[in-house]
């Protein structure tokens, strides 16, 4: 799938392997994939990242402290994993390997 | 610092951090019935009123204006949230959410009709009719409406905190639809069209919520809303009022009549404050909670009564101002929930 579609659509997509990801890892591919350089666009990122997670969609799993600055150090960076109701949204959404 | 700290700090500034968003929903959506009221005694919906009232009857009228009053709000939100997307560098994603119509924008498309036609219609009408106090604290049954319906539709447990949530909510509606009701019938003369006009804003909005729930659940609040207001424009501008056109009400005329400096002006007014009522309210619940986000959204209802009462100088009937202490009550029993519960709001 390419950049044409919604950022949380490919957000979702991005952890339809089940695997676990940090925040900073997706924040990074979405800001390069859809040319998002600004610091503004990569907190929106995360910001949606969150979205997703309180409306059940990811599941927090892990916390650790940025300590290197690789997000923004001194603040807290987390690890998510998708949920059950994650993965019915993406195929409702009519992601691919749902 | 330790990672325990952190996340305590971290937690704590979302939260606050949500309840500043939630707070500016209530003020947004609260003055909102400023313009909103004043707007009736503007041209060119003053004499459109009273311009079809000779040929029509009073209620007609008065319902015809009430669509062309929306038609004008719905135009101006729209503006306030293209100039918001706007600065906020969102175009794109507009664009992309739009074109996900299967999946996605159907969802604001249909929550459009809800809140649109149904629910800021109805807010206008009761506003037209009775008043603005009354109009702000009938729209506050809204979520006895909202949950009943995903009771029947997702198969939402109610559970027994948000059961006497409702039923406080709707002793409010009593004493707010009762006690002028009461006044009216000893007197003969009873404004059917305005209650009704209530019954329409909190039926709508509980369904809209429930139905934009669908889409906003995977789509940016900024794009989504905006689509939201995009399919409202469509309804009012593409079809009702050509239509009611057609039938012969002079929709044009007066319509071309609303580029006068101070009726744009309260029009913008009314489109800032709805357009970032909707805008704040969304940003607040991946924060706090839809129900704490709603809860506190809800103080709007006190926020209308207090600048009506600062503005206009009319104080409403007590039965309207004990009615809307108990909406908020309930809105605040039904939607407190255990700090635990904040981190997901729906259960897996």
Redesign the interface.
């Known amino acids: 799938m390419s950049k044409n579609r919604p950022i949380k659509f490919r957000i979702l997509e991005l952890f339809l392997n089940g695997k676990e990801s940090w925040n900073y890892e997706i924040v990074s591919k979405i800001q390069e994939e859809y040319g998002m350089k600004s610091n503004f666009q990569r907190d929106s990122i995360n910001f949606d990242i969150i979205e997703l997670a309180s409306g059940g969609m990811l599941k927090d799993v892990e916390q650790k402290v940025d300590d290197n600055g690789i997000y923004k150090k001194g603040f807290l960076l987390h690890k998510y994993m998708i949920t059950d109701f994650g993965r019915v949204r993406s195929s409702d959404a009519c992601l691919r390997s749902v | 610092?330790?990672?325990k700290a952190?996340?305590k700090q971290?937690s704590k500034r979302k939260i606050s951090k949500g309840y500043m968003w939630a707070f500016f929903c209530a003020i947004f959506w609260g003055i909102w019935y400023l313009p909103g009221t004043v707007v009736w005694v503007l041209n060119p919906f003053d004499e459109m009123s009273s311009a079809i009232a000779k040929t029509s009857g009073d209620g007609i009228s008065l319902v015809v204006t009430a669509v062309l009053i929306t038609a004008f709000n719905a135009l101006a939100v729209m503006l306030a949230l293209m100039i918001w997307n706007g600065v906020?560098?969102k175009y794109?994603?507009l664009i992309?959410?739009l074109?996900?119509f299967?999946?996605?924008s159907k969802w604001f498309f249909l929550a459009s009709i809800f809140g649109g036609p149904m629910a800021i219609l109805g807010s206008f009408i009761a506003m037209g009719f009775i008043g603005g106090a009354f109009s702000a604290v009938a729209g506050l049954l809204y979520p006895v409406v909202g949950s009943i319906l995903a009771y029947y539709w997702y198969g939402e447990k109610i559970s027994k905190r948000a059961a006497i949530g409702i039923a406080v909510i709707v002793l409010g509606g009593i004493s707010i639809y009762g006690g002028g009701l009461l006044n009216e019938l000893s007197s003969g003369n009873v404004p059917w069209i305005g209650y009704l006009g209530g019954l329409m804003a909190a039926a709508g909005w509980g369904i809209e919520g429930a139905i934009a729930g669908k889409g906003l659940?995977?789509?940016?609040?900024d794009?989504g809303l905006t689509l939201r207001f995009l399919g409202e424009n469509i309804i009012w501008w593409i079809i009702i009022v050509p239509v009611l056109a057609l039938v012969g009400f002079p929709m044009y005329s007066f319509a071309l009549k609303a580029f006068e400096p101070l009726t744009l002006l309260i029009l913008i007014f009314a489109g800032i404050t709805f357009g970032f009522c909707y805008v704040t309210w969304y940003k607040s619940?991946?924060?706090i909670?839809v129900g704490r986000g709603q809860g506190i959204g809800n103080l709007y209802g006190l926020c209308a009564i207090i600048f009506i009462f600062l503005f206009f100088g009319t104080a409403p009937d007590w039965t309207i101002i004990i009615g809307g202490a108990l909406c908020i009550a309930g809105s605040f029993i039904m939607f407190t929930e255990d700090a635990s519960e904040l981190?997901?709001?729906?259960?897996?």
Not at chain 2, 343 to 348: D, H, P, W
């Open positions: 610092m330790d990672l952190l996340k971290e906020l560098g794109g994603e992309r959410t074109k996900e299967h999946p996605c659940d995977i789509a940016e609040p794009a619940f991946p924060l909670g981190e997901t709001l729906r259960g897996e």
